[in-house]
């Protein structure tokens, strides 16, 4: 359904309708209701607000409706809605009554979470059709699609996933991109077909991180691997003495803070991750290719390196 077609019209014959006119005006005094949505919305501060409706409208096309109204557990009072907004919800519960409603983008991802949690499958079917239709804006895609991931939409996921490939250049340059989850991020870097060479996706997934040494002298690394990223970010004060290794010709500082375990082997590099996943910060003071530097893995080479770093007991890594 397109926004250009989601005005509700009203016919003054048709009960369903005059039912619904009822509900839409929230007319207490002739509408009989008998059932009461209390929505507390996402603000605590905010007061909460009381949605009527006819039980005899829901139930029949929500099992999850019909048990929470006439099941064992059945609510004495009013339902209580506690993660969408009033304007969403009584969007939705108009659906319940019409069978459409005004889907917008500014709402379809509260549609798609409601008719899932209330399984109205019709609902969400029309929320796909819509997001298939409209979700091709730069914006916006990176959240439709962590939502679409949630709740299986495979007509739009499809739609989104051809427009990310065709526009991934510009969207590694929005602002939203900065802020999405470290999967989505290596889901676009696993697509094919994208129109962004791997030079371009690793400048846009990058982050600074610095070292800290007890002296206050500092080094620094790009890191595109969003998996030590994810480690470094999430780092406790007291995880911050790494564990130091001298072997023959080699300099090792290890934090005890796992990044995943290594997929490759590349003696070329600074920041690894050892074989059991430990952040590691390796110094080859002469050979590089000694056998205990192999068994780490690359993360990023260090750069801008103070000429008197020494890392040690109290080195701090963060991500910058």
């Not at 949630?150 to 991934?168: C, D, G, P, Q, R």
């Not at 989850?181 to 697509?191: A, F, P, R, S, W």
Request: contains cysteine; hydrophobic residues 35%; glycine residues 4%.
């Amino acid at each position: 359904m397109s926004e250009q077609h989601a005005k509700i019209f009203l016919t003054t014959t048709d009960p369903a309708h005059q039912r619904y006119k009822f509900f839409r005006d929230q007319n207490t005094e002739e509408g009989h209701f008998d059932d009461t949505e209390d929505e507390s919305g996402t603000d605590e501060n905010e007061p909460s607000q009381q949605l009527f409706a006819h039980s005899f409208t829901l139930w029949p096309s929500s099992k999850v409706f019909e048990k929470t109204l006439f099941g064992p557990l059945a609510n004495q009072g009013p339902i209580p809605v506690i993660r969408h907004t009033y304007d969403d919800f009584k969007e939705f519960l108009t659906f319940m009554y019409l069978g459409y409603c005004n889907i917008t983008i500014k709402n379809v991802l509260a549609l798609v979470d409601l008719g899932e949690y209330y399984e109205v499958k019709l609902l969400k079917d029309q929320c796909d059709e819509f997001l298939t239709k409209n979700s091709t804006k730069i914006e916006n895609v990176l959240k439709v699609y962590e939502s679409l991931k949630i709740y299986s939409l495979e007509n739009a996921m499809k739609k989104v996933m051809e427009f990310v490939a065709a526009n991934t250049l510009a969207i590694l340059k929005t602002y939203e991109f900065l802020e999405v989850q470290k999967e989505t991020i290596l889901d676009i870097v696993k697509m094919v077909n994208l129109n962004a060479t791997q030079e371009e996706i690793f400048e846009a997934v990058k982050r600074s991180v610095q070292f800290t040494d007890q002296h206050g002298r500092k080094a620094y690394a790009d890191v595109s691997d969003q998996a030590a990223i994810s480690a470094i970010q999430n780092l406790k004060s007291y995880e911050y003495n790494p564990t130091y290794f001298f072997n023959k010709n080699s300099e090792i500082w290890k934090w005890k803070k796992s990044a995943g375990r290594p997929e490759s082997i590349d003696p070329n590099y600074y920041l690894t991750r050892d074989s059991s996943g430990n952040l590691t910060l390796y110094n080859p003071i002469i050979d590089s290719k000694n056998p205990f530097f192999c068994t780490n893995a690359i993360i990023a080479k260090l750069h801008n390196v103070d000429e008197k770093f020494a890392p040690g007991s109290g080195c701090k890594l963060e991500v910058i």
